[in-house]
């Protein structure tokens, strides 16, 4: 992928489906190679006659022609440098939603000289000129790709630049000392010291330290951003299938008295609140000799693991034993990882209430395992457990909070923690000063490396290689 930031780009920026179209054009003398395809509408008075001329943020009425050929009737604004989104000169042209007259007028636009724009060119362009960085450029991508509330105030606070000026922030105040310890070592025959020990240890202690739970949001923040993975398992008949379709309020999920009806996970995405999650209904643990139904009985165990939440749905008939049993089958599954468990007594309404009260009471649940006690066909209940769900993500006010949702992010700042971990100890060690500059040198490093103040190409590639095209 070959960028030259000298080219006049053009590309449709806007999607299908709609009426109006958008094509934006970005680079120096974008706004003359459009002036020489653009008709002023008589409506202009003689100040609006030019784009030449025209002031940035201003709009334009007018028409498209190729030779003598009117093509469309648009309206295009212009945009002057450096107060655009690239930074450069540009220009928007909306026009009407044909793939005709797109066509038609990106032809146009190269015949004079433009060049079709790679996926995230104008958004590289824009951290290139420096009116982004490049954790904002990805928030972009976040921003489009946004299927929840929550996603979207996490990608809004993203590009807005709050993560940025706390990861500069961090970054300056190791700069600071980094610069004063490399000045010890150039006056190193007079033995003086420029970096406060008692403070360089402090800095590096509170820098660890944030870096750290950014790094521990991610979890949260990956899956606010795709959805939490949420595991509906129990045994055969329970009301696994019944709770999903409750949830969804649809009959995704066939529902029957006859064992072992799901065979394999069925998965569907939810808003609840404003946070998206991803249910997956899985298959019945029981013992079975049909081979099909065990590879759903596998795929079940799998998904458990995979999942941030599982719903356990058990069978008030069944009894205490019965229950205490599944519970332990499902924790042994989960093992030590860092996920929820939520117990769900279904078909309570099957029991008197003395009855319910007792059998939760003989239910031997872990420390931090939740419980819930429905009748799954009654939406009031159903409401309960969204109710739940949104309490166990604890991302209602995810928007209002540092919170990292990206993989390249999490790889920095843990790389960055385990610097910093060495200079500590370093430090502690009584090693030479200069080695532990450089690890310190090396947690501004991969800070850096976050914003763009470090931008090795291959990252950059990587990056926007994977956004749409006309953004």
Known sequence: MIYDSSDIIAAPASGSGGAISVIRISGAGSVAMVSSLFIPGPENNDSERSLITARGFTLHYGYL????AVIDEVIVSVFRQPHSYTGEDSVEISCHASPYIEHKIMEMLTGKGARAAMPGEFTRRAFINGRIDLSQAEAVADLIASESEASHRLAMNQMRGGFSQEINSLRD?????ASLIELELDFGDEDVDFADRDDLKATIGQVREVTETLAASFRLGNAIRNGFPVAIAGRSNSGKSTILNGLLRDDRAIVSDIPGTTRD??????????ILFRFIDTAGLRETSDIIENLGIRKTYQKINEAMVVLLVTDAT????IINATVEIILKQMGSAAKELVLIINKCDLLESGQCMELHKSVNLPTGVRSLMINAREEDEIARLRDLLLEITGSGDAGNTLIITNSRHYSALTSCSQALKRAEEGMADGIPFDLVAMDIRQATYYLGEITGAITPDEILRNIFKNFCIGK
């Open 173 to 177: 105040k190791l700069l600071q000392f």
């Open 65 to 68: 022609k190729d030779r003598d």
């Open 318 to 321: 069944d009894g205490a034993d």
């Open 265 to 274: 996970a069925i998965e569907a995405n939810l808003n609840i609140g404003g």
